[in-house]
């Protein structure tokens, strides 16, 4: 089991940043690839960016590329995402997961239903 717990969501004006943090149970041997997805009430779950399990990988959403940076540390079993210049449509609840197996999904195969383990999310709101 994974245990993964989000960190630094909050409100922020359009234009602003925050750091999402995902503070994980175990090493990067047993959470493998990790990402964020995020979710608004009432809409379908999105992918937001998924990394590797060494960080040599990346993926992004087409509506967050060049503005989030995912990022993980392995020494501090921990997982990030730069969020700059951000918009009202970022707003959202944002989740961590961790896949749970090793291996590699090249990005146009990646799915939110191949991460086993998930955190309680956290809740980042966007005023224009």
């Known amino acids: 089991q994974v245990q993964l717990v989000e960190s630094g969501g909050g409100s922020v004006q359009a234009g602003g940043s925050l750091r999402l943090s995902c503070a994980a149970s175990?090493?990067?041997?047993?959470?493998?690839?990790m990402g964020w997805f995020r979710q608004v009430p009432g809409n379908e779950r999105e992918g937001v960016a998924v990394?590797?399990?060494?960080?040599?990988?990346?993926c992004y959403a087409d509506s967050v590329k060049g503005r989030f940076t995912i990022a993980r540390d392995n020494a501090k079993n921990t997982l990030y995402l730069q969020m700059n210049n951000l918009k009202p449509e970022d707003t959202a609840t944002y989740y961590c997961?961790?896949?749970?197996?090793?291996?590699?999904?090249?990005?146009?195969?990646?799915?939110?239903?191949?991460?086993?383990?998930w955190g309680q999310g956290t809740q980042v709101t966007v005023s224009s």
């Open positions: 997961a961790a896949r749970g197996q090793l291996g590699w999904v090249p990005c146009n195969m990646q799915s939110g239903a191949d991460f086993r383990y």
């Open positions: 175990r090493s990067a041997y047993s959470t493998g690839s």
């Open positions: 990394i590797s399990m060494y960080g040599d990988s990346t």
